[in-house]
């Protein structure tokens, strides 16, 4: 297995505050790699830079061996890397279809798709993640689990070689998410890489093939799910001193 | 409707428009060249503001750099009219392009301070300059030719109708609206949003400066304080919002209807129709907010609550 990602001492601050503290990592092809940690851990920050909607004060991120630090977002989306947002971003006025369809538009680079062919692609992920019969609805229609899902569809759509999760599981009941895991396992299948940010321990601990653990913004574990959750310092960080 | 019958109304109303200079009179062509530059102003406002969502206070600039480069060509430099529209449109492009990347990083009301800034200081620079003729003006020479100026507008009018349609059915066009949409969105989704801003801005700008041009040739003069009127500006989003901004006809329905409607007042009711015009701006704004284009759309479901909907959902 080799790396697809390498996350190399990468440190992101804030006016005062460090949101992320000398992370490394590395995630491995055709891995499941889920990431969690208290409110305020730094999760979505670290997406945030390895998409390129913020850069880290220092620190190297490299992507299939090569530094895309410098690189604006809509490159790394180009290259292969697919995001969702924890607070959607839908395109409000659009209907759910197009809004996937952007991704199959602009997720290959200069490239052009026809808009025909893009609304195909569109049409098919849209019943992979099970929003087919809403295609023709504005996205701003759909309520927040059918939010969460075209999130997951725009970014498909991309045909990205990673895929970046950031709580798309949050709001969702339990039919719901098993059924949101059983996409994304799929999605693993078909070949794409996924990073997953999670606040249902639960259901991330059955999805992870490893899982990273932040704390105020520091890597405090890395690891096999079991043994991570097991950790003293993790639920120390999770439950607090006194009850660990 | 079909796609046919739309295309065959557009076609025929083209055709009717064009027509007007062989039965209309003096006045009414007239009123239809200076409806039409209008109409062309609001549709090129259309791609800056409409569908990238960007509201451009800089397009009066765009307007006045059209019309000075047909003014320079033909005062200055004995040039024919043509020369000086491409010279115009040149400079409108060019200025879209090296204001767009420091501008077009901000957003929402910041880029409309930007934008509003720059009529007056462009205005101030050409007022200085020589080859504009510094704050007295330019005279070209007359043209005693309206049929020629009202067909050069529709024909403007028509190429930026088209280029509007164009957006709505293109890889570019989509990408304009995932901007307006949600721009980071847009962004991670591989949208080069800095450069497609530009784009369309430049775009925008390229419209107004031929119909800055149309209308430097059809006055005959031009200062600094009439090409880059600020007014200009804010009537083209009137006309655009009115009309229904993001659409391929509104906003050009929208120059139409006020310019009518603000036509009449101002024959009928000669010293209050500023008042008048006023009244309808703000009933349209608090009725329908989303513009004409909207009402067609859900008039036929929702009826006259339609209007009801309007002032309850924005708490008037």
């Known amino acids: ?244 | 409707m079909s796609k046919t019958i739309r295309i065959a109304i557009a076609v025929l109303v083209v055709i009717v428009l064009a027509a007007v200079p062989w039965f209309g009179s003096d006045v009414v062509v007239q009123f239809g060249i200076s409806t039409l530059i209008l109409a062309v102003l609001a549709q090129g406002w259309n791609i800056i503001g409409g569908y990238t969502g960007y509201a451009s206070f800089g397009n009066s600039t765009f307007f006045g750099l059209g019309a000075y480069g047909v003014g320079i060509a033909m005062v200055q430099w004995n040039l024919p009219f043509w020369v000086g529209m491409v010279f115009g449109a040149v400079m409108a492009v060019a200025f879209a392009i090296l204001l767009g990347i420091p501008v077009l990083r901000l957003r929402g009301h910041y880029f409309a301070i930007a934008t509003l800034a720059l009529a007056q200081v462009v205005a101030a620079i050409v007022s200085n300059i020589p080859l504009f003729g510094e704050n007295i003006g330019l005279v070209l020479p007359p043209l005693n030719n309206d049929a020629m100026f009202y067909e050069l507008s529709l024909a403007l009018l028509v190429a930026a109708t088209l280029t509007v349609w164009w957006l709505t059915r293109s890889r570019f066009g989509f990408g304009l609206i995932a901007i307006r949409e949600n721009e980071e969105g847009a962004a991670v989704m591989g949208v080069d949003t800095t450069r497609y801003k530009i784009m369309a801005f430049a775009l925008s700008g390229l419209f107004s400066a031929l119909a800055g041009g149309i209308q430097a040739y059809w006055i005959t003069f031009l200062d600094p304080a009439s090409a880059f009127d600020i007014s200009l500006n804010v009537k083209m989003i009137i006309m655009a919002v009115f009309g229904g901004p993001g659409t391929i006809f509104g906003p050009v329905v929208g120059a139409f209807v006020l310019s009518a409607i603000s036509e009449v007042l101002s024959s009928e009711v000669t010293n209050i129709a500023g008042l008048f015009f006023g009244i309808v701006v703000v009933a349209a704004v608090v009725l329908m907010p989303r513009g004409l284009a909207d009402i067609v759309r859900h008039f036929r479901s929702s009826g006259w609550r339609y209007f009801a909907q309007n002032i309850r959902a924005h708490r008037i």
Do not use: W
């Open chain 1, 1 to 244: 297995m080799s790396a697809i990602l390498e996350i190399d001492h990468v440190t992101r601050r804030f006016a005062g505050l460090v949101a992320v503290s000398d992370v490394s990592f590395a995630l491995n092809e055709g891995e499941i790699l889920g990431v969690i940690g208290p409110n305020g851990a730094g999760k979505t920050t670290l997406v945030s830079l390895i998409s390129g909607t913020l850069t880290p004060s220092s620190g190297d991120i490299r992507f299939q061996g090569q530094s895309i630090t410098s690189l604006p977002a809509f490159r790394r989306a180009r290259l292969g890397i697919g995001r969702t947002f924890q607070i959607m971003r839908p395109f409000p006025g659009l209907s759910v279809l197009d809004n996937v369809a952007v991704g199959a538009l602009f997720g290959h680079g200069e490239e052009s798709t026809a808009l025909q062919e893009a609304r195909e692609k569109a049409r098919r992920h849209l019943e992979f993640v099970g929003l087919g019969r809403f295609a023709d609805q504005r996205a701003d229609e759909l309520g927040g689990p059918g939010r969460k899902r075209l999130e997951l569809a725009k970014a498909l759509a991309m045909e990205p070689k990673l895929l970046l999760c950031d709580e798309v599981m949050a709001g969702l009941n339990h039919v719901e998410i098993d059924e949101v895991i059983d996409v994304i396992r799929k999605v693993r299948d078909s070949g794409i890489t996924v990073l997953v940010i999670e606040h249902v321990i639960k259901a991330i601990k059955s999805l992870s093939d490893r899982l990273l653990v932040l704390h105020h913004g520091e890597k405090i574990a890395d690891g096999e799910p079991d043994v991570v959750l097991s950790d003293k310092t993790v639920v120390e960080a999770y439950l607090g001193k006194r009850r660990a």
